[in-house]
């Protein structure tokens, strides 16, 4: 799987979602829809990891955690598609150059 095409797969599937459901993601003022979203996600995925460590209520559910996990990567590369960043060569410029024989 390589990450521009899982972006845009996921951006195909934000589309169907926000029409069955009728999002409009533009309303939001300063087109921040995308980046409130990757935080309420990540607000999911604390949630979920404070139940699988035991310091919440409710049943620990390990696939519910990767779940939470995708929501959040999948949320982040709509955002990063919306303020235009290629996150191919932000990963590079940021991470990778670390593997670059030096």
């Known amino acids: 799987m390589d990450l521009k095409g899982l972006q845009d797969s996921v951006l195909q599937i934000s589309d169907i979602y ?13 087109g921040d829809w995308a980046l409130l979203k990757v935080q309420e996600e990540l ?3 604390v949630a979920e990891h404070l139940r699988t460590t035991g310091r919440a209520r409710g049943a620990a559910d390990h696939a519910k ?10 949320m982040l590369l709509i ?11 932000a ?5 990778l150059h670390w593997l670059e024989p030096r």
Do not use: N
């Open 18 to 30: 926000a029409r069955e459901h009728g999002i409009d993601r533009d309303k939001a003022a300063s």
């Open 43 to 45: 607000g999911e995925l």
């Open 65 to 74: 955690l990767g779940d939470e996990a995708a929501d959040v990567l999948g």
């Open 79 to 89: 955002y990063c598609r919306a303020a235009d960043i290629d996150i191919e060569q």
């Open 91 to 95: 990963m590079q410029r940021k991470w």
